[in-house]
């Protein structure tokens, strides 16, 4: 079913919350394990701005419908960051404008030259949209695997409603990213190639590029190792063998192995 546009302007909204109770986080706090995944995706989630400045310098901003979707898709990723931070704030933990900031000082030259690296990335290639769109749809599938895999692990009803609700939006996004990339991907031989191997080459876990090491580890070894986190990783990698030209790469398998040991 192709993926309606004009239908997802209409739906576009911040996560609703209002009928969230957050005092409740104060009689039933998380634990620190998941205080911490929650900080890593608070961050990333935050850092969607970056990631779309770096997208718009490429040959993605060609395609109209591309920068519509992606100025929608910014928008309520803005929101789940907000989401998080009133999480975080509520455990007395720093959050919003000041932890972003924080991160941002800390890529310092690196996220200062991003834009080029993608902008040579993008001029490289004729199929960069496809290498986006499969990057983009794998990332959805995995952050909204991780979300639900930490709902489980925290089996708290606050936080349970709250990521029910950011998973929602996130569907969506998948909706889209997957849509174009098996267009894409199946229009084209040379598409195929060429993501397959910028794939094996440049992918891995939503975040790994900008939060420190530990804290990817953490996250991969709390949400996607052991008996109950990998079958969601293996999850991943059978619907990345679905798409076209792409079975067998194992990347959810490879990053559990590096990440989660």
């Known amino acids: 079913m192709a993926f309606d546009l004009d239908t997802y302007k209409r739906l576009v909204a911040p996560v609703d919350l209002d009928d969230i109770d957050f005092d409740a986080f104060r009689e039933q706090p998380l634990d620190d394990s998941t205080l911490r995944c929650l900080r890593y995706m608070h961050d990333v989630e935050h850092h969607t701005s970056c990631y779309l400045r770096n997208l718009l310098n490429t040959r993605a901003h060609h395609d109209p419908e591309v920068t519509t979707f992606l100025t929608l898709w910014s928008y309520e990723e803005l929101w789940h960051g907000e989401a998080l931070a009133r999480v975080l704030a509520v455990h007395d933990e720093v959050a919003g404008p000041t932890r972003v900031r924080s991160m941002r000082e800390?890529?310092?030259?690196?996220?200062?030259?991003?834009?080029?690296?993608?902008?040579?990335?993008?001029?490289?290639?004729?199929?960069?949209?496809?290498?986006?769109?499969?990057?983009?749809?794998?990332?959805?599938?995995?952050?909204?695997?991780?979300?639900?895999?930490?709902?489980?692990?925290?089996?708290n009803p606050t936080l349970d409603a709250i990521l029910g609700r950011v998973m929602r939006q996130e569907g969506r996004h998948i909706d889209y990213y997957l849509t174009r990339a098996n267009e894409l991907l199946g229009a084209s031989a040379s598409a195929r190639r060429t993501t397959r191997r910028m794939l094996r080459l440049l992918w891995s876990p939503v975040g790994a590029k900008v939060m420190p090491p530990d804290e990817t580890r953490h996250?991969?070894?709390?949400?996607?190792?052991?008996?109950?986190g990998e079958p969601l990783a293996t999850r991943i990698d059978r619907r990345i063998d679905r798409l076209p030209g792409l079975e067998g790469l194992g990347l959810m398998a490879g990053a559990v192995e590096r990440w989660a040991a």
């Open 106 to 155: 800390r890529l310092g030259w690196k996220l200062s030259a991003s834009p080029l690296v993608w902008m040579g990335l993008s001029a490289a290639t004729k199929d960069f949209l496809a290498v986006h769109m499969t990057f983009g749809v794998i990332n959805e599938w995995t952050t909204q695997a991780g979300y639900a895999r930490l709902r489980a692990v925290a089996d």
């Open 219 to 228: 996250l991969v070894r709390t949400l996607f190792g052991g008996g109950e």
